[in-house]
Every structure is written in C-alpha cells, then in structure tokens.
C-alpha cells in the first residue's frame, strides 16, 4: 500500500512528508517534477508515474499535490480515493476557525462512523438537497447532454445515538444513487426509505446521478453572436442571458466566463448589468452578471480587436456559465419526511433545495 | 496551552510559511521570541531537549509538537532521540502518542535506545484499555529492529486471540510489517493469518485479507472455508477492506468455478429464487440439458453480494465490483456496473482518469455496455487533455452504424479546439471510425480533405497522416485526393506530413503519371533543406519512379540519389546505396534487381488503426498494471477458468465447529438465523425488543421478504427496521402533542421556505398529498401506488405511527412483486397532466384513442408541456403535412399466422401524436374468422436500444370481418432497425415487426429556394453525398418527378427557379436534422442526385433508395 507521503505546493517544494515504512528519500519526487514539466499545466500531470523502483500516484488539489510513494501492484483508485478523503480531513480539520489544541482522539464506537456520547443543547438536523447540471449547449440552443449530479449533504448534530429515516415525495428518480456507509443498503432497496444512524456533524448522505438519458430541464439559455472575420480586424461580440425552465424561480449568481482564442488582443464590452473583465494575458472573459431580471435580460455587447495580419481564429469560443437557483431542486426530488428514532428528545428539522451550474457549457 | 499548539511551524526554515498559508491557519505562538532566538542557536535542539526535561507535560508536549513538526518537514530530529524515548512511558496520552510517532521514524536508526522502549510496550500490551493495546503492538511492529522480531511475533500471536476485535485489527496490521522486517516467520505468521480468518467481526475481515494478500496470496486452500462468510460479511466491512476483499474473491472465484461464458447463448437463471431451488429440480435439470452450463451457487453468492458496493460512495470499492463483474459474471450481466461507472465520471480528475481508461479497455470488448451512456462520454473544452483524449478513445470504441453520424458531428467540433494535440487526436479517431464503419468511409475521407485546407499545420499534418493510411486500404478511386495532396506539398512544412504525402505519391505514382515525375523535381530541389524523414521518402519516390517511368525520370532520380550519397546522416547515405544497387543494373547487381520492382512496388497490408486500449484486458481491470499496461511489482495474475470446477465441498463449513449461521445458504432453508449483525456487541438488546414489537405490528412481511431475497445474512436491516417500529409508536405520543408546531412546519415544507416539519402526520400533508395524487397522472404503477399507498396510510394514521409505517411498508412490497403486470393498470389512467421536470416516459400514457387515420388531435395543454420540454430550437424552418398521402400498406401479420387476425399497417406520414420523436404507424387489424377476437393489444416489445414505441389502445373487442385502424408512434431513433413486438389477443401471442423504410423516418419541410441553398452552403463536406444517376426518359417531367420521390420518401417540394433542378427537403424525426435532397437533370438522360444531411448514415442509404425510383419506367 502506500509507502511515504509527500505534499507539494505551487512552487514546487515538498513541505510536509510522513512515512509509514522505512523513509523513502524525497529524491523519488523528481520523477515527479519531471512529469510536471512536461505536462505544462497541473491539471495534465498524470495521476500515475512510473519509476524504476517506485510508482507514484498523485490527486492535485487545493493547488497542493499528495503524492504517494507505492512500491507493488495495488488498485490505483484505492490510494486516489484515500488521498481524496486525506484532503477531505485536513480540509475539515484545519478549515474550521479554530484549530483545536486537542489532537484528534482516537474512538472506538460499535457504530464505526459515529462517536459515542454525543450531547447537545440545540438538537437540529438540516438536510441540504443540492443538485448541479452539467450540459453542452450546442450553436443553435440544442441541448447536446445534459445530466444531473445531485447530492443531499447533512448536518446532524443530534444528542446520543439517533437512528433517522428520510423518505421521498418521488424516490423513482434515484435510480442511480451512492450513500454514506451509514445508510442500510437492504432498506433503501426494499421500501426506498433512507434509514441510518448518522455520523455527527456534516456530512455528505447521498448523490445521485440522473443520467443524460432521462430529459433535463435547462433553466436558462445564452443568445449569442460572435463573428470574426478574415478582413477587418475587428469582431462581434454579442450576448444575451435569459431563463427558460425556471419553475418561476429567480436565477442568480450568474457568471459567465469564456476563453478567446489566442488571436485576440482586447474587447471593448459595455454590459447592461454586472461588471465584466477581459484578461489580455489570459485571454479569459468573465463577466459577474449576478441576478437575471425577466423583464430586463442582461447581455454583454461590444466589440472584439484581433491581431492584425493573424487569420481569423477557426472556431467561436465555448461560453462556460455558472447560475444558482434557490428552493428548487431541478429533477423534482422532494423529501417528504424525516423521522427520529431511539431517541426521547423533538429535534428541529430543516431542508433547503438548490439548484447549480455543474459543468455547463455553450458552443457557439 | 491555548494558541501555541502549532508553534514549531515558526521554527522550521522555508518550508514553513508555506505550510502555515496552504494548511495550518498558525495560531500565533505564545513565546515566539524565545524560539527565535533558539533557532539561529547552533545547538538549536537545546531548547526541545529542555522542555522535554521539564516538570510540566504542557512544555513536553509543545516539544514533541515541534519535533514532530520537524519530521513532517523532513527535518533531521534523529539527535534528540535520547530526550525522547525517556518520555515513552509518559502518563499523559497526548504526549505518547507524539513519542510513538517519534520512535517509529527513527528506531531503525537507534536501534539500541530503541530497545529501551520495548518494556514500555510490552506493558502496554496487557493495559485493559483495548486502544492502549492496540496502539501499543502498532508501534512495536513498527519499530524495524530485527531483534525484537520474536517479541513482537508473540505480541502477535497474543494480539489475534484478544477479546477486542480492534486489537485482532491490529494484529492483523503486525502481520504484514513483521513479514517485511523478517520473511522467514512466513509459516508463523500463515498459522495467525488461518487462524484471524476464521474470525467473525467485520472489523478484522479487510485487515487479515490484507495480510493474506501481502504474506501468502497463493495459499487459497485457505479461503474455501472462509469463502461463504466473507462473501456474507461483505457488505459491512469497512471500504477499505472490501476492495481489498473484493479483488481477493475475483482471484479466487476464477480458480474455484467454470467458465459462465462458455454457453452464452444459454439461458442462464436469471431469478435469484432458482438458484436456492431444490436439489432434485437441479438433477431433473441436468438431465434435460445435458451440457447446460449452471452457475455455482457460491459463485453467484459472490456477485450477489457484490452488487449492492455498486452504489458506495467509495470510488475503489465501485471499480473493484466492476473489475469483479468484468472477470466473473456472465457477459449478459456485466453491463450494470456501466451505470454507476459513468456515475464516477462526475468525480475528480484522478478518479476520471482511472475510470476512463478501464471503461475504454471495457468498451471495446463489449460495446453495448456503454453504447446507452454515449453522451456521457462527450468531451468538454474544460476537461483536462488526458481526459479529453481518454474520452475521445471511448467514443471511438463505441462508434457503430446508428451512431456513427451524431458522432462524426460531435467530433467536428473537437476538430475545431483550441487544444491542438486534442484536436489531431480527434481527426486519428475520424480515421478509425472510417476504417471501422465501411459506410462512413468515404464520408470521413471527404471530411478529412477538407480538413487538409485547416489554417493549422499540425490539423493538417495529423489530416494527411490519416489520409494516408485511409488511402491505403482502398486506394483504388482516390487519384483525385493524391493529386490535391501534391499540390499542398508546397505549403505543408510538417515532416511526417511531408513524408506521407511523398510515400503516397510514390507508391501510386502509377494513377498520377503526370504529377509524380514534378512532385520529384520540386523536392529534389529542396532535398537538402528537408528532414530526414523526408529525404527518405524523397529517395522512394524517385526509385519508385524510376522502375515505372525511366524515361522522364532516370535523371532526376540519380541527382537525387547522388545527393543522398553525400548526405551528412548515414541512415540516408545508407538507403541511397541500397536503392541504387537494387534499381540501377550494373554487373554485381546481380539476380536482385530484376525484382526490384516487385520489391518497392509490392502490395503493402493497409495499416490497421487500433485503440491502444486493445488487449489491455490481459490485465486484471481495476489494477496499476492496468493502468500502466505493464507488470507492477507484485502483480498476481488472474488465472484462466478451469475447465472442470475443483470439488466446491471444500467450501462446505462443517455444521458442528462451524457458527450455525451460514448454514442458511448451504442448506436452502431460507430462515435460518443469519450471521453478524451490523453492530454485533450492541445489538442483542435492540433484537430482543424488535422482536417483541414485529410480533405485535405486522411488519414481519417485510423483513420475511428480505430473508427470501437475500437467503440470509442480512437481518441488520430487517431488525433495526423492526425496532424502528418499536420505538415509533413511543415517540409517536409525543409527535402527537406537537402537533400543532409540526403541522405549521410541515405547510412551510410544501412552500418555498422548505422545513421539513417533524411529525408531518398533520392534515395539511394529507391534503397537498391527496391532490398530487389526484392531479398526477397514473404515469408509472409503482409511484403512483405508493403515493396512495401513502394517501391511505396517512388517513388511518391518528391513531398509531407505527401501524401505518408497517402499513405502507406493506403495500411497498406488494407493489414490487406486482410490478409485472402493472401496465394494464395503467390504462385507466386520469385525463389530466401534470408537467414532471424528468421522465419523457411519463406523458407517454396519456393516449386519446386515436382510431381515425388522419385525426393528429393534440390536448393543448399537452402541447403546451411538450413544447416547454422540447428543446429544439428552430423555428425557420416548419413541418408541413403531406397533401396526397401516398398509402403503401405492409403486412404487420397476415391472416393465416394470426389464426383469422390479420394485420396491416402504413406510414400516416403525420407528425407524430405521441411525442414529437414518433413515427406514426397506422394499424389496421382485420377479424377474417367467425367468432369475435378479444383483447387485442401490444406485449413484449424488443427495441433496440434508444429506440421507443408507443402501443395504440387495447381493442377490446373485434366481431367478424370488422376491421379498426388504430395509431401508434414509434421512435425509431433515425434508424432503420427494426421495431419487434407481440400483437396479442386474450389468447395468443403472434410475433411481428415492423421496419420502416428510410423514407419513412422523415418529415417533409417547407423553405424557399434561398433558404434551401443556405442551409445546403452548411451541410457540405462530409454531410454531402451524391450520385449520378440514370432517368428513364418517360420520367423528367417535373411533375413526374415530384410525384415519385415524393412517393418514395416522406419530402417537401422546394420550389425551384430553374427548370433542370428539383429540390426537396424534409427533416429526420428523432433528431430533426435537415434533409435536403437535389435532383439535377443533366444530358443524355443522367441527372444528379444529391443529399445534404448531417445524419450521414441516414443520407447514404436514401440515396440508395432514391438511385432507382427515377431509373425504372
């Protein structure tokens, strides 16, 4: 399994290590710098390097690589996944406003996920059902895909050893679901009921998938036109936000971005609300539209200069958008009750909906 | 101590501003002077020595804090060892836990001061506090000195027999350490591993397979016994442990059982129930078939068991039940782990990458395991190249003849991204797809020419290299493409470009006669400043030339030869001899350059373009090898099936030694007690009571059902579900005194304020429940029963919760074993609609009898829904139903085979009632015998994947020789596949199809001329096709024309200003892609037919269609 632990920040300096067999040298992470190099953006390091005598399996994130040291065949998703819940942990740990001067102690429960003894003043469950749609919009509005990734994330604080169900208005559209060890497998498939004693604190109960073969509302839409042309050295750019499957919602924190090609010096842009920014370095458009007013459509309109005597640019750049809908969870999920058992005391519960943009983009 | 908890980060050199900004939000130290002041001291430890000597433990901790922090930053801490140890025995549990992992890094550098840890230890061994002992053997297994080895092998030794199931954990853990430190305890510690995994706690599962895995992985005679209780154990051992559990059973299972993949095309039980069947229908079985293949029952325990870690949260533990059902299930079953691996496509990049490259090695053995999940797989600009170069693999895997033109379309797309190495990977795909598909070929090839025109070089460099290899496997009509490729050799400076062109000019140079000897004479001039590869390919041709056009080019040739002579790289000085020993005759030449032509000119096998990904799978799925397609150290090969099954009584676990739970399994009575519970300590109590309770409530139905299911082992859920109950009605009294509170918290759940009230046993629920339900269409059985399941159980509910919970619970159960026959209940479905974001499926029962042929009546609120839901978006362009329908019926069932019921049916050509993907289908059933036929309707429909059918309205009854036309729609996906199905009576069953004419899978579609030949000026390229064909010369009127293409296919009449052109357009139906169709008369009684279309594949077999309707008189 996993030999020496190895963490790298952005300028590239091993800042923490930790071995659990005998100390491999941190030489080994020049394989890995090597990599690095060649792969020009982070993003493109290959999770798994090979070296002579080592492998080394690496999951990026926070601008940190964890990068494991493994000496003999194992599955590669154990060590990334463990990695992943490694971050999570320091995540959650140091993330918190105060560090705490007690390390952390060791439990031993009968329910492994769940220390013993848990007292609170307040009892209170919130259960929050978030749910992201990842699409491609095609040129002309067609939806290409589109799917949503949902999750119900809780924070249970709860005094002794609860035992909860949550039931659903329509659980048929969890069809493709993964739960918290928590939740008993056997009851979901037979009455579709959530049942578990829940860790405490937060923590993530489910997600669910609702794939790209079901039909998924899009709640809103981008009316675009963007033109080069081979002669002039000016383009068009034109864009126009506006929401259509809304559920009579309001849609708000919307923020589109987009990467101009390279061809592109400046963009002259005057939009009706929000502010926008063109990073001539970058080549990167953002423009922070905040609330969509149906009755004044905001949109982004001006004019793009390109670099004289380059030819047009062969494609229009892709539109990436990012929208938030409160109170509305898209798919139509619904919970429809919660119950506590095994214990005496009336909790206060709550559930909140939302609705995202995943990874939502427009070809134009 | 408060704040300074993390102080030695100030301590620590340049590493350290970077850790306190990336991870730890320092807390600012309560001395920083002090330690600064130490720092820059030579003896700069002398401080932590200090404080470790201190009276108080708050200084001592700080210390360890710092040291510890030092270790972190890979700082050498080794000096203070001495300071350290002393503090091993520390009261303070705070302060011996940094000690141990202080001592852990650095006593195999001290080995002798570490032994004075080792009483420590070994006291800690005996504490009654389990962690204390558990701790206390992790550290002495991991201190690496070798003399301790017989200590800790009897800490070992005592560890596995403790009371704790921790500590048996941990001594699992010791095991692997004390084999690496010292190899040759491996017979001992086999005795301890034999022995931990007969253990019964979930908690030590995982660890000892680990342990198995590390000392002994080829001992599986060690396993038979164990194999039935981990199979059981499973779904409760921690993650971690079940993936390495999960790929322990995958090695073992293939050298235990035979082969599920040898009969495929038998049958194999599918119900769960058979498999438990008794003994004797077995043997009657076996009889009947002699040679049918019938799953072992513990091989189908292992994928039973297995199935349900699909939907963990833990990406490892996913991947290795898809490995599992990969390498051992049945080929017909192995498709349901592709849901909940695309589901992993949703994760981060890491876990993407691994993911994607097992489902490519998978997707190309089995494509139809993803083939549902193709848009899944599309590639968006922001992923990561390697995830977009991964992807793009799969969708190339996946291509077939349906999907080949969607995919042709998305990959033009990616064609044009700015991520250029993603870009030529997406044209070597187009290659692939056109070797692969035959009918795509000549589409791609034009695609790929027009890419050749690309601004970008390394588009076009990747174009030719692709054209290249394409032209070899059909070169035979391609003179046109080789001579525009000559013509780009003057603007394409990509070496290999450059070389392919060269190569394909030489080796036909024979259909070029006239370019190749120029080709020679530019490059010969250039040939100096040319790349290797290059000159090469420079010195070919000309050879080539040479033997089959001497006359013009003897002279060029032995320029450029004379100039390869000298060249500066031997590789080129090398060929040159070579070349010009074998084509110029001289007296040593000898026998060989008589054959010197059939030597360069020899028929070359076309290259094959194949994924990299192909026999990947020698590899168990999931591993690094896998991923790295080569043997990782400590690799464990799978083994291949046995061909006769070793005797499965090993696995029998003798009933008197063995716990009597697993009997259950062996012996087929389905109602034994099953094995661990969830939480074995602390469970009795919660039995008992749930006992009482399930006795008096009747929720017994539901947990009896389970144990059928599930044979045995999973009383978890069933007991605590029972003592949920009991515990319901306890605290329903009290949900009833809050009622009041509750049921204004339950009306806010229904609003946007959203909080969920407790009780929710208030009449509001009931209400908005029972006007959903109402309002709700019947759409599927089993949600709408259990919404009134739900409706009927909150009616009776004033008096006890947990009546009504077993209640519904109840209903549930019966709904799920109904769930066959459900769809005869869905007829008598209620009129009104409610819109459902999800699930198309749900407007689908909503049919108006539609009897009468022509009658496209539309609810208009069911209009209204469909359109807010269709996410077309063109509106130019509008469908326009035909004027003269020409009728051509077919035959669905003809009267002789449907026992006096007879069936036809015929294209309405209306734009489809049933959802706008539809293709009508007019039925008409006719009754030629005597008695009246009853209940006649649709069953059993096999559609090709994608593909939907909306069955028309049972006829109840039909008298003799009545006939009814009756509609239906079907969704044939833009396809030509055929649409199967049983046409039912009360009493039999006929089995028909229909497949319909690629005519009829469009839609006719008005534009004006102008708009037909913008939309045209868009569809060129790869979505052109054409052909010349031959008319008849009754047949060039207009009107003649009109009227037979108009009869052949479903089209629009494009008016035309010219007299010589028709035009016609319509659109597909599924997808709505134009579909423009040009007849252009030429002389002597030819014409032109040509189809724009981005449904290629659609394009091309119209255009077959089309080639003799207007040739035949």
């Known amino acids: 399994m996993i030999h020496s632990l190895f963490l790298i920040n952005a300028s590239g300096d091993i800042f923490l290590e930790k071995h659990w067999k005998s100390v491999v040298s941190r030489s080994v992470c020049d394989y890995f710098f090597e990599a690095q190099e060649r792969a020009s953006e982070a993003e493109n390091v290959p999770p798994v390097i090979p070296t002579p005598h080592h492998y080394l399996l690496s999951v990026y994130r926070h601008k940190i690589f964890f990068v494991a040291v493994i000496q003999s065949e194992v599955p590669p998703l154990f060590v990334i996944e463990f990695l992943h819940r490694v971050v999570d942990t320091f995540q959650d740990y140091f993330g918190s406003t105060n560090v705490g001067d007690q390390l952390p102690t060791g439990q031993l429960s009968v329910v492994p996920w769940r220390r013993t003894g848990v007292k609170y003043t307040n009892n209170e469950a919130y259960f929050d059902v978030i749910e992201e749609i990842d699409a491609i919009i095609d040129k002309s509005g067609s939806t290409i895909t589109a799917e949503i990734q949902g999750v119900i994330d809780a924070c249970v604080k709860l005094t002794g050893m609860p035992d909860l169900t949550l039931s659903f208005m329509n659980p048929r559209l969890l069809d493709d679901v993964s739960f918290h060890p928590c939740v008993r497998f056997k009851r979901w498939e037979s009455e579709r009921i959530l049942s578990f004693i829940p860790p405490d604190g937060n923590f993530r109960l489910l997600s669910y998938h609702v794939s790209a073969q079901n ?85 982004l309109k001006g004019s793009v200069s390109l670099q004289a005597g380059t030819s047009k640019p062969d494609e229009n750049p892709t539109i990436n958008l990012q929208f938030k809908i409160q109170q509305l969870a898209i798919s139509g999920l619904k919970v429809n009750r919660l119950d506590m058992y095994g214990e005496k005391y009336k909790p206060f519960k709550g559930i909140k909906y939302m609705t995202k943009a995943g990874k939502f983009q427009v070809r134009t | 101590m408060s704040g300074n908890g993390l102080s030695y980060s100030e301590q620590g050199g340049e590493a350290a501003p970077e850790l306190a900004q990336e991870v730890v939000p320092t807390t600012t130290p309560s001395a920083p002077a002090a330690f600064g002041l130490f720092s820059s001291d030579t003896k700069k430890n002398e401080d932590l020595k200090q404080m470790l000597e201190s009276s108080k433990d708050s200084a001592k901790l700080d210390a360890m804090k710092r040291i510890v922090g030092m270790i972190a930053k890979g700082k050498n801490a080794s000096e203070l060892f001495p300071a350290v140890v002393k503090n091993v025995a520390s009261k303070n549990i705070e302060i011996k836990k940094l000690v141990y992992v202080y001592l852990m890094r650095y006593a195999e550098e001290q080995q002798d001061l570490a032994l004075l840890s080792i009483s420590t230890f070994q006291r800690a061994l005996k504490d009654p506090n389990q962690l204390i002992r558990a701790s206390a053997l992790r550290v002495l297994s991991s201190i690496r000195v070798p003399i301790i080895v017989p200590i800790m092998m009897l800490a070992i030794k005592e560890a596995s027999s403790d009371l704790s199931p921790y500590v048996r954990k941990n001594a699992a853990h010791a095991i692997q350490k004390l084999y690496s430190l010292d190899p040759e305890q491996k017979e001992l510690l086999i005795e301890v591993i034999e022995k931990l995994l007969k253990d019964r706690s979930t908690l030590v599962a995982g660890s000892v397979v680990m342990a198995f895995e590390e000392v002994c992985p080829d001992r599986i005679d060690l396993i038979h016994k164990n194999y039935r209780k981990l199979c059981n154990l499973l779904v409760d ?86 490995q599992l059902y990969w390498h051992l299930a049945p080929k017909s079953e192995a498709s349901i782990v592709s849901k909940s691996l695309v589901r992993l496509l949703h994760s981060n990049r890491e876990v993407q990458y691994i993911v994607l490259q097992n489902s490519a090695t998978m997707s190309i053995q089995r494509k139809g395991m993803f083939e549902p999940y193709l848009k899944s797989f599309y590639v968006r600009s922001t992923d990561p190249t390697m995830i977009k170069t991964l992807k793009l693999e799969i969708l190339t895997n996946l291509a077939n003849e349906a999907n080949i033109s969607t995919l042709l379309r998305e990959f033009q797309t990616y064609v044009k991204s700015q991520d250029k190495q993603f870009a030529a990977a997406t044209i070597q795909a187009i290659g692939r797809c056109a070797t692969n598909i035959t009918e795509v070929t000549d589409t791609c090839l034009n695609g790929l020419v027009c890419l050749l025109s690309n601004r970008d070089e390394i588009v076009v460099a990747e174009s030719v290299v692709v054209i290249k290899k394409l032209l070899q496997t059909q070169p035979a009509h391609h003179g046109e493409i080789i001579k525009h490729m000559a013509k780009l050799l003057d603007n394409i400076t990509v070496p290999v470009a450059r070389a392919s062109i060269l190569w394909l000019i030489g080796e036909y140079c024979e259909r070029v006669p006239k370019i190749a000897p120029d080709v020679l004479r530019k490059t010969a001039k250039s040939f100096t400043n040319e790349d290797d590869l290059v000159k090469l390919q420079i010195l070919n041709l000309g050879a080539k030339l040479y033997l089959t056009n001497s006359k013009q080019t003897k002279l060029l040739t032995q320029y450029v030869l004379n100039l390869g002579k000298y060249d500066q790289s031997y590789d080129i000085r090398d060929r040159t001899r070579f070349i010009r020993q074998l084509i110029v005759p001289n007296e040593k030449s000898g026998a060989l350059s008589k054959y010197a032509k059939k030597i360069f000119l020899a028929q070359k096998p076309a290259p094959l373009l194949e994924s990299p990904f192909k026999d990947r799978d020698h590899f168990q799925l999931g591993t690094l090898s896998h991923t790295l397609n080569s043997r990782a150290t400590g690799y464990l090969e799978l083994s291949d099936w046995p061909e006769v099954a070793p005797d499965p009584s090993v696995r029998n676990v003798d009933v008197a030694e063995s716990a009597k739970e697993w009997t259950g399994i062996l012996s087929k009575t389905k109602k034994e007690k099953p094995i661990e519970k969830f939480y074995s300590e602390s469970e009795e109590e919660e039995d008992e009571s749930a006992s009482t309770s399930a006795s008096e409530s009747n929720s017994g139905s539901g947990s009896e059902k389970e144990d059928k299911e599930e044979g045995s082992s999973d009383e978890s859920s069933g007991s605590s579900s029972t003592s949920e109950e009991s515990s319901d009605s306890e605290s329903d009294s009290k949900e009833n005194t809050a009622k009041k509170t509750s049921r204004a918290a339950a009306e806010r759940q229904f609003s946007p304020g959203k909080f969920l009230g407790g009780g929710s046993d208030s009449e509001d629920i009931k209400k908005k429940a029972k006007g959903i339900s109402k309002k709700r269409s019947t759409s599927s059985s089993s949600d709408t029963e259990s919404t009134s399941s739900e409706e009927s159980s909150s009616d009776s509910m004033s008096e006890s919760g947990s009546k009504s919970d077993s209640g519904s619970g109840k209903s549930r159960s019966a709904t799920s074993s109904k769930k066959e026959e459900k769809p005869v209940q869905d007829r008598k479905a209620p009129n009104k609609q409610d819109v459902f974001l999800l699930d198309l499926d749900d407007f689908c029962p909503v049919t108006t009898p539609v009897a009468v042929p022509t009658a496209a009546v539309l609810s208009p609120s069911l209009t209204a829904d469909l359109e807010g839901l269709s996410l077309s978006s063109s509106s130019v362009i509008d469908v326009t139903t035909q004027v003269s329908v020409p009728r051509k019926t077919h035959e669905l069932l003809h009267r002789m085979s449907g026992k006096g019921l007879a069936a036809h049916y015929h294209f309405s050509r209306q734009p489809g009632i049933f959802g706008d993907r539809m293709v009508s289908v007019q039925v008409t059933v006719t009754n030629t015998s005597d008695q009246k036929i009853e209940n006649i309707h649709i069953e059993e429909k096999k559609l090709p994947p994608g593909m939907r ?78 052909a010349t064909i031959a008319v008849a010369p009754q047949n060039s009127a207009r009107l003649v024309i009109i009227e037979r293409l108009v009869k052949a296919a479903n089209l629009g009449v494009v008016p035309s200003g010219q007299d010589n052109i028709h035009r016609f357009a319509a659109k597909t139906v599924h997808s709505g892609s134009l579909m423009l169709v040009t007849v252009e008369l030429k002389e002597s009684s030819t014409a032109q037919l040509i189809i724009n279309t981005e449904k290629t594949v659609i394009g091309s077999v119209l255009l077959r269609e089309l080639k003799p309707v207007l040739s035949q008189g």
């Open chain 1, 215 to 299: 039909l998924v509302a899009i709640p809103v839409y981008i009316k675009h036109n963007i033109s080069f042309r081979d002669s002039s050295s000016l383009g068009r750019f034109e864009i126009t936000v506006g929401p259509k499957q809304t559920m009579g919602k309001t849609v708000e924190g919307v923020m589109v971005t987009s990467q101009m090609p390279k061809g592109v010096l400046n963009m002259t842009l005057t939009p009706s609300q929000g502010t926008h920014i063109f990073d001539p370095v970058t080549k990167l458009l953002s423009w922070d539209v905040g609330k969509i007013n149906p009755q004044k459509l905001p949109s």
């Open chain 2, 237 to 322: 051992v921690e993650e971690w442990g079940q993936v390495v559990i999960i790929h322990m059973l995958t090695r073992y299972a293939r050298t235990q059982f035979v082969s599920p993949w040898k009969d495929d095309e038998v049958v194999e039980e599918y119900s769960e129930n058979n498999f438990y069947e008794s003994d004797e229908e077995q043997k009657e079985k076996d009889q009947k078939v002699k040679n049918t293949y019938t799953m072992d029952p513990d091989h189908r325990l292992l994928l039973r068991n297995t199935k349900p870690l699909l939907q963990s949260r833990n990406a490892a533990v996913v991947m290795a039940v898809a």
């Open chain 2, 949 to 1026: 059918m909306h069955e028309f309205n049972p006829i109840e009854c039909l008298e003799p020789a009545a006939s009814i036309t009756v509609s239906m729609g079907i969704d044939f996906c833009d396809s030509t596949q055929t649409a199967s199905f049983q046409l039912c009576t009360k009493d039999d069953h006929f089995n028909v199809n229909i497949k319909p004419p690629v005519g009829e899978l469009l839609l006719p579609v008005t534009m004006s001329e102008k708009d037909f030949k913008k939309e045209q000026g868009m569809l060129t390229g790869m979505n052109e096709t054409s």
